[in-house]
């Protein structure tokens, strides 16, 4: 089975995943530009009873244009994000792909809100657009 190891830049903060992730997907929201310093926010979800945390972490809890909410968790000593509850899936936790720093980390298959992508960003061709 597969294991993955995440966490945060300074590693007080991580995240343990057994198994596969039920979706992987990129977010072109300005939210996520702004929260992750780039044109987009790219994020695995998986069972919650696959991941092991340790750490410390603080929360931001942020409302999106939908109006659900996601509780992000990051590293009070770095500030890096290593998981994300969404309200209405508490079955689930989201990891940024990054936290996993593995290049071979499959690509997504959903790509969202991308009528905010910016023009020179190419999703797989392959994945869900949704705009």
């Known amino acids: 089975m597969t294991q993955r190891f ?10 343990m995943v057994v198994g596969e992730p039920v979706r992987i997907s ?20 998986f069972h919650r009873a696959d991941v092991s ?3 410390e972490s603080r929360e931001y809890l942020r409302v999106g244009d939908e109006g659900s909410s996601i509780r992000f968790h990051f590293c009070p000593q ?5 998981y994300y509850e969404l309200e209405g899936l508490a079955d689930f936790l989201a990891i940024p ?22 023009a020179w960003v190419t ?9």
Do not use: N
């Open 78 to 82: 770095c500030g890096a994000t290593v």
């Open 6 to 15: 995440a966490s945060c830049s300074c590693g007080q903060l991580t995240a």
């Open 26 to 45: 990129i977010c072109h929201c300005l939210a996520c530009q702004r929260r992750t310093g780039s044109v987009f926010g790219q994020q695995a979800r």
């Open 97 to 118: 792909v990054g936290a996993f720093a593995d290049p071979s980390f499959p690509a997504p298959w959903v790509s969202v809100y991308e009528d905010r992508k910016h």
């Open 123 to 131: 999703p797989p061709a392959d994945a869900e657009h949704i705009p």
């Open 53 to 55: 945390l340790a750490g």
